[in-house]
């Protein structure tokens, strides 16, 4: 219960179990974490997948350098990046991040009311600013903010190498998709915010005080995820 009740009741089986062996070593089965759960009625949160997803057209230089090699061995050889929608106050609002596959975090993110090239490019410059990465890899799916012309030459100016996912194959970005689905999961769908403000508080909450910091993730190795 107290470690339900820290991470804001958003933890389910196996990262409570994690989370045991992590912060206080105990180590216990998936079953027995299960079955205590149970006993205390502690309910699962709600799942939702997304409604929409936009692609552009087919483009033979969208090549997928990265070929789901989500595994890394240094910061900054490998950053993906997505956009998803969240509504406030009676409209969507778009949600850009960018990931670091070494550590799994989110390294920028920005909200806007458009979801063109410039929240990319925005999104972008912020990471690059703080981490001034060197013979970098960016990945995306397809959309036309990532295809977008203005984007593309940054990258090159940046000296960033430029990776696609597959046309209508999400898996080729999962590490992005997965940070979007707890997102919701575990924050977004839990609330109903008035307006921008209140999304922005929610966001910020979430992916630094509780994902980048606190939340187990694949690449903290030592901890089994079995």
């Not at 799994?104 to 690059?128: C, E, G, P, W």
């Not at 008035?194 to 187990?216: H, T």
Request: charged content about 25%.
């Amino acid at each position: 219960m107290k470690v339900y009740s820290e991470h804001d009741k958003r933890p389910g089986v196996q990262k409570i179990k994690i989370l045991l062996q992590r912060d206080y070593g105990i180590f216990i089965s998936t079953g027995r974490v299960y079955r205590l759960m149970k006993t205390m009625e502690l309910p699962a949160l709600a799942r939702k997948k997304p409604k929409f997803k936009y692609f552009c057209a087919n483009n033979d230089e969208c090549i997928n350098h990265l070929e789901k090699k989500f595994i890394q061995s240094a910061p900054n050889l490998v950053w993906v990046s997505d956009i998803t929608y969240i509504r406030a106050g009676g409209r969507f609002y778009y949600l850009c991040v960018i990931i670091d596959l070494f550590s799994r975090k989110v390294i920028s993110y920005k909200i806007s009311a458009r979801m063109n090239a410039q929240l990319v490019h925005d999104t972008f410059m912020i990471a690059f600013c703080k981490r001034n990465p060197k013979g970098l890899m960016f990945h995306s799916d397809r959309g036309c903010q990532y295809t977008a012309f203005s984007f593309r030459k940054l990258l090159d100016n940046c000296n960033a190498v430029q990776s696609f996912s597959q046309k209508g194959h999400p898996y080729d970005n999962a590490v992005a998709e997965s940070f979007f689905k707890f997102l919701k999961r575990e924050q977004t769908n839990r609330r109903n915010y008035q307006n921008l403000k209140e999304l922005e508080i929610s966001i910020f909450e979430y992916i630094e005080g509780y994902y980048n910091s606190k939340r187990p993730n694949q690449a903290e190795k030592k901890f089994s995820l079995v």
